[in-house]
Structure formats: structure tokens, C-alpha cells
């Protein structure tokens, strides 16, 4: 859009006269016009186009600040004047701007800044009216620059109008800017409907048959067959538009929806197969998107429903993990919930099959765990995923691997740290690994344990005990192996935990200095 003339700046055409009732500015006119020195003159010419650049990086409040101080020395500066006009008609102060236009046509009436104001006079109309008389103006050699100005405006102020961006695709076209025409046909395609979307298929396809080399246009029928829901159709025309463009990368999100289309309609139809291999194919093509995600996502769960019905556990637990994390994504709470559902029915299928056999705890809480990713804020699943955690942590005792079961309990607590039972789990699985570490002399493993159990209950007087003798007993084991500091150090910590225990003060006392 870069050669395109901006709303507000005068037009070399020249146009039929619009009669204004100017007696309001006359005066300021006619007043005498002061001699303005050369470099007084170059210096407010800077200043408007700083007033300038700053609208049109948005910056108005701060152009019209330039323009005032400006207009201050010398009032009768009409591109100051209509600078501020410029501003005016950015933050959509029409009715503003037309005064802002009349003052400066007033103050110099060959600039041709009497078009500008009767621009901003039918921008105070709707968007309706307002895209009838740019549709009008445009069509006519002698007005399309003014047309094209309203029509850069209405883009601006409504920019999900598709037909103002046909309008100005049109009027581009017409007066022979191929590059920006196309560009606002680009534009306009992804938010048309209706009406709008049969007159820019229409016209896309008039210039792809006088134009059959276009790749441009090719790939335009293609995203016009996406917006169409043809999918088909268009994962064969961005298919031979990407084989003979240069960089066939650029069309991988346009057929990445398209596949995406053909898997939605093969999971209509029932082939949840099909439609995962379409959707996996699209990912392929773009990993990103997020409705390709929960698409696929939906569709793994579909599978995993299937695959759980059919007595196959562990393909459908598979597929409920892929369906978790791709469901992750915005906008996926209502598909989330329905695959947590999915899951936990399958964990407690699992769970009473296990009961019923008397077999080992596994399964069921991978399921559990994943219906509390999906719905974390679902009581049921965290409950019962807690629970099944503190089954594997008692399966673990039973078969003498305390370290495993104290970490299953204590990702039970984690998930219900207000319940006193899930506590009392913990520090009972961490003391009995602590006693079985402590008695092989493992004083690392004896430490970490009745760490993690007086964490969770500070007031245990018996592991606070057990706690501090596996310090001393570490910290006597550092010393025969010449590490006093780190002997000093776990001296410090027994001490801190029992203040007056005086076999505790003196090793601390005969290794601090080591700190």
C-alpha cells in the first residue's frame, strides 16, 4: 500500500467545485497574511512533516502539541492547519476534521484542501453510506483518487468490512496498481461472506483465466475453494501452486487447513482413521496451529474411546496422552472435559478389573493422572488419582521398596495437602525409607528422608529426632573423611533443630571455624 495515496492529501486530478459555506474562515483569510522569514519557513515545513509522521504512527495527541506551538507564531500556516485536520480524521473526529480542512482551504484555496473536507463530510455518514459513495466516486476516472481515499478511511475504521476492501481492490485494479489490488482481495477473502465472498470469487477467478500463469491468483482460488469449505479442490490447486513456487513453504498453513477440512469431514462420516491421518499430515505442515491441535486432539480421544471399548487399554491410554497435551491449547476446555471423562472411566475400569484379579497397581493411575491434566479442577479425578497413588505407594512397601512408595505418597499429598491422612502416609513412608537407609549407614539417603517427613509435620517430635541424628551422623562421617566444612554444616543444622543437646554444640564448636 505504499503507492497509495493517503485519505486527506490533495489529489493531482483535479475535481468539480464543492460549494462550502466558508464566511466562518474567510476572515482568517483575508486578515493580512505576515511576511514569514525563509528560515522561519523551512523550519515550520519540519515541523508539520514531524506532525506528520507522528499521526500516522499513531501518535496524535503529540502532533497536534507540534502543530499548536506551531500555529501559535503563525497562524495562518495552512498545512499546519491542515495537519491538524490530518490528526483529527486518525482518531475518527470527522465532523472535526471537515472544520480543520475548511480552515486551511480558507487560508490557501489552490491546494485543493476543500476535497479533504468534503472527504471528512461523508465519513461522518455510515459505514453503509460511506462505502455506496467511495463505490461511486471510484468508478469515475475524475473521482477514484477521492474514492480511494474514503476507501482507505472505511478499512481503517471497520476493518472486518470485507466489501470496502473488494471496493478498494477494485478501484486499485482500475486505476492500474495490480500489486495493492490483489493485496486487498487477499485481505477481504479470509473475513467475506455471502454477497461479498461471490463477488470477490467471481472476480478472483476473471483474473486467474486472463491471467493462467499467476501463481498469486492460483493460490487465491485455492484459499477462496478453503473459504468455501472445498477442500478437495483446494488441497489440489496449493499443492501445484506450492510444486512451482519458489518457496513452497508459504502455502503450508493454507493446505494445513485444508487437510484439516478433510479430516473433519472423514470424522463426520465415522473414519476416525482417516481423519487422524489427515490431521497428523496437516500438523506436518504446521505444528503451531491451534485449531489444528484441539482438532486432532478431539480425534485421538475419539480413537481412545474406541480403543477402550474394545478392551485395548494401553492404545487407548496412548492415544489419552496424545489427546492431553494437543488439548492444551486455547480454547480447548470444553474438549478437555470430555476426554477427562473418557479417561477416568477407563482408570476405573482398570482399577476394578485389578481388584477383581488381585494383579499389581499400574494402569489406572497413568489414567487417573491424565483425567486430573485434563480437568485439574475436577475433586473426583484428584481424589481418586490420590488414592490410587497411595495403593501404589502400599504396593511399594509391600514389596520392600520404600524409596518408591515414600514418593507415591507423597504425590498423593500434593494433590490433598489439607487431608491429615495423606500426611500421615508421607512421613510414614519417608521415615520407614530413613530407618532403612540410616541402618545401612546410607546417611545421604537418611537425611533426605527424614527431611521430606519433618517438612510435611514440623511438631513430629520422633522424626525431628531421627532427623537430627542422621545429621550427626552424617556430619561424623564427613570429618573421618576430612570434609569439615560440610561437617560443620550438618553440626550447625542438628544443633538448630535440638539448640541445648550438648554432644551436637560441641562438634559444632570444634568445626565451625571451617564455615
Avoid at 65 to 71: C, F, I, N, V
Avoid at 336 to 352: P, T
Amino acid at each position: 500500500m505504499s503507492d497509495v495515496v493517503s485519505l486527506g492529501r490533495t489529489a493531482s486530478t483535479q475535481q468539480a467545485a464543492w460549494q462550502f459555506d466558508l464566511s466562518a474562515v474567510y476572515g482568517e483569510a483575508r486578515s493580512p497574511t505576515k511576511s514569514v522569514p525563509e528560515s522561519q519557513r523551512k523550519a515550520e515545513a519540519k515541523a508539520v512533516a514531524q506532525a506528520l509522521a507522528l499521526i500516522e504512527g499513531g501518535a496524535t495527541e503529540q502532533a497536534r502539541a507540534l502543530l499548536g506551538e506551531l500555529l501559535a507564531s503563525n497562524r495562518t500556516n495552512a498545512e499546519a492547519v491542515h495537519a491538524l485536520g490530518q490528526a483529527d480524521l486518525a482518531d475518527g473526529k470527522y465532523a472535526d476534521a471537515e472544520r480543520q480542512f475548511l480552515r486551511a482551504h480558507a487560508l490557501n484555496q489552490s491546494a485543493g484542501y476543500d476535497r479533504d473536507a468534503r472527504n471528512a463530510r461523508v465519513l461522518q455518514k455510515s459505514d453503509a453510506e460511506v462505502l455506496a459513495t467511495a463505490r461511486a466516486w471510484s468508478r469515475a476516472p475524475t473521482q477514484r483518487d477521492e474514492g480511494i481515499r474514503l476507501l482507505i478511511e472505511l478499512t481503517r475504521r471497520n476493518p472486518e468490512l470485507a466489501g470496502a476492501n473488494i471496493a478498494l481492490g477494485d478501484a486499485l485494479l482500475a486505476k492500474g496498481d495490480r500489486p495493492n489490488g490483489l493485496l486487498q482481495y487477499g485481505v477481504a477473502l479470509p473475513k467475506a461472506a455471502g454477497d461479498d465472498l461471490d463477488q470477490l470469487e467471481t472476480r478472483i477467478n476473471q483474473l486467474a483465466a486472463r491471467q493462467s500463469g499467476s501463481l498469486y491468483l492460483r493460490e487465491m482460488q485455492g484459499k477462496m475453494q478453503l473459504q468455501r469449505g472445498r477442500y478437495a479442490d483446494a488441497v489440489l490447486t496449493l499443492t501445484q501452486v506450492a510444486a512451482e513456487s519458489e518457496n513452497p513453504a508459504l502455502t503450508n498453513r493454507d493446505l494445513a487447513r485444508a487437510y484439516l477440512g478433510l479430516g473433519r469431514e472423514a470424522l463426520t462420516r465415522g473414519d476416525v482413521r482417516d481423519a487422524i491421518a489427515k490431521m497428523e499430515y496437516a500438523q506436518t505442515l504446521d505444528a503451531s496451529g491451534s485449531e489444528l491441535k484441539l482438532a486432532l486432539g478431539e480425534a485421538l480421544a475419539t480413537r481412545a474411546r474406541s480403543h477402550a471399548l474394545g478392551g485395548r487399554s494401553s492404545d487407548a491410554l496412548a492415544d489419552y496422552a496424545r489427546a492431553a497435551a494437543l488439548l492444551a491449547a486455547p480454547g480447548g476446555a470444553a474438549a478437555r472435559a470430555r476426554a477427562a471423562e473418557g479417561v477416568y472411566a477407563l482408570g476405573a475400569r482398570l482399577q476394578r478389573a485389578r481388584e477383581l484379579s488381585g494383579g499389581k497397581v499400574g494402569s489406572e493411575v497413568q489414567a487417573f493422572q491424565l483425567a486430573y491434566d485434563l480437568d485439574s479442577n475436577n475433586v473426583t479425578y484428584r481424589r481418586r488419582l490420590a488414592d490410587a497413588r497411595v495403593a501404589l505407594g502400599d504396593q511399594y512397601t509391600a514389596e520392600g521398596s520404600l524409596k518408591e512408595a515414600a514418593y507415591a505418597y507423597e504425590r498423593a499429598y500434593v494433590l490433598n495437602k489439607n487431608d491429615a491422612g495423606y500426611r500421615d502416609k508421607l512421613i510414614a513412608g519417608f521415615t520407614a525409607w530413613g530407618d532403612l537407609a540410616a541402618s545401612a549407614h546410607l546417611h545421604d539417603d537418611a537425611v533426605t528422608a527424614y527431611r521430606r517427613a519433618y517438612a510435611a509435620d514440623t511438631w513430629n517430635a520422633v522424626v525431628k529426632g531421627k532427623l537430627a541424628e542422621s545429621l550427626y551422623a552424617r556430619g561424623l562421617e564427613h570429618v573421618s573423611n576430612g570434609k569439615f566444612k560440610l561437617a560443620a554444616r550438618d553440626f550447625a543444622d542438628a544443633l538448630a533443630l535440638f539448640p541445648d543437646n550438648a554432644t551436637y554444640q560441641a562438634q559444632y564448636d570444634l568445626y565451625h571455624a571451617h564455615l
